[in-house]
Structure formats: structure tokens, C-alpha cells
Antibody, heavy 118, light 108 residues
Framework: QVQLHESGPGVVEPSQTLSLTCSVSGDSISTGDSFWSWIRQPPGKGLEWIGYVHSTGRANYNPSLQSRLLISVDTLTNQFSLKLNSLTAADTAIYYC??????????WGQGTLVTVSS | SYELTQPPSLSVSPGQTARITCSGDALSRQYCFWYQQKPGQAPVLMMSKDTERPAGTPERFSGSSSGTTVTLTITGVQAEDEADYYCQSVDIGGTFWMFGGGTKLAVL
């Protein structure tokens, strides 16, 4: 059974960089048909696709975040990561990592709340 | 920019049928996926590629597609179906993914 788990700081100061890691168990991140995705959800609001990465390192980003975003993959540790810079309060959200296979986003990690605050 | 449009809310009585729509120009050419999210929980895939029910999704959930609108139907709604439902698809070019704004289903 595939499981994903997000880790990272709960609070980040404005203008700083957010770094999150997603640890994958029960499946190899190198599985050719899968993509590995980040999604976020501001408190009380809807879901926003952030971007995804393939095991080859090829990534695709939400155009609204592209200039501040880097998603990378580490096949040795079976993890993938997100770095989002120049944070503002608008980046406060629950951040989810998930696997995408055949277009379907499943399963999802439990999510981690990131608050941008000084 | 491309968008997926969902009704913000829907209320039904137990045992009735709930139909949640998702509209977007690309849906005539791209698949739609549906997710259920209950308070404090991560979203869960409920319907795949417009009409395919993943293992674990109750049979009362079904999907359909017509033109640029995709519909998630819950026949015989139960109290446990009260949740937020999100559709997800990609743009016509298949490059950029997106979610609909979500529909809050209330079972009254």
C-alpha cells in the first residue's frame, strides 16, 4: 500500500523560502508511469495544484507559482521536494503531496500546515 | 486562464439523488477526476476518467460526461456523503492541471 508523508517547518517568515519533503513508501518513486505532485489548500478554501515532477526530473508547474517554485526528486531516498521562495501570507496553506497515476491523484499524504508569519 | 466551474453548494435529503457538475471548455477532450474531502482529512479519489469508479468507491457514486460538462451523481445519498467535492482536469494541451472550486454537499 502506497503511503506518502509530508515533512517541513510549520512556520516560515515572510520573504523566506519554504522547503517541504514528501517521503514515499510502498512504491518506488522511479515507477515510470507515475508523477509526484504537490497541492495546497489555504484554510477554508479550495485546492490549488502546485506542480508535479517525474522520476526523470522533468517538472511542470502552476504558471502562477512558476517563478518562485522548484520541485525535485531524489530516487535514492524515494523522496521528492518542494521549494517555494519569496513567501507571503497568501502562501499559508495545508500542503499535500500525492502520487499521480493514469491522471488520477491518489493516494494523498495527510497534509502539513504551513503558516507564513513573523 | 482555464477554469473548472462547480456550484459552490448543494443540499439534498437522505435517499435523494445529488448531481454535482463541473464545467470547462477542455472537458470535451480531457478526462475529469473527482475527489471527496471531509473536514480535517485529505481528499480521496472517488471517480476517475469521467466514469470509472475506483476500488472502494461505493456503487451509489457514478460519473457521466456530456460536452464540456462532467457530472458526479450520488444515487441514494447517505449522511456519510456530506463533504466537499472537487473536480480536477487539465487544460486542452494536457500541460497544466487544475481543480474546480469545490462543491459543499449538505445532507439535510
Amino acid at each position: 500500500q502506497v503511503q506518502l508523508h509530508e515533512s517541513g517547518p510549520g512556520v516560515v517568515e515572510p520573504s523566506q523560502t519554504l522547503s517541504l519533503t514528501c517521503s514515499v513508501s510502498g512504491d518506488s518513486i522511479s515507477t515510470g508511469d507515475s508523477f509526484w505532485s504537490w497541492i495546497r489548500q489555504p484554510p477554508g478554501k479550495g485546492l490549488e495544484w502546485i506542480g508535479y515532477v517525474h522520476s526523470t526530473g522533468r517538472a511542470n508547474y502552476n504558471p502562477s507559482l512558476q517563478s518562485r517554485l522548484l520541485i525535485s526528486v531524489d530516487t535514492l531516498t524515494n523522496q521528492f521536494s518542494l521549494k517555494l521562495n519569496s513567501l507571503t501570507a497568501a502562501d499559508t496553506a495545508i500542503y499535500y503531496c500525492a502520487r499521480v497515476s493514469g491522471g488520477a491523484t491518489t493516494p494523498w499524504g495527510q497534509g502539513t500546515l504551513v503558516t507564513v508569519s513573523s | 486562464s482555464y477554469e473548472l466551474t462547480q456550484p459552490p453548494s448543494l443540499s439534498v435529503s437522505p435517499g435523494q439523488t445529488a448531481r454535482i457538475t463541473c464545467s470547462g471548455d477542455a472537458l470535451s477532450r480531457q478526462y475529469c477526476f473527482w475527489y471527496q474531502q471531509k473536514p480535517g482529512q485529505a481528499p480521496v479519489l472517488m471517480m476517475s476518467k469521467d466514469t470509472e469508479r475506483p476500488a472502494g468507491t461505493p456503487e451509489r457514486f457514478s460519473g457521466s460526461s456530456s460536452g464540456t460538462t462532467v457530472t458526479l451523481t450520488i444515487t441514494g445519498v447517505q449522511a456519510e456523503d456530506e463533504a466537499d467535492y472537487y473536480c480536477q482536469s487539465v487544460d486542452i494541451g494536457g500541460t497544466f492541471w487544475m481543480f474546480g472550486g469545490g462543491t459543499k454537499l449538505a445532507v439535510l
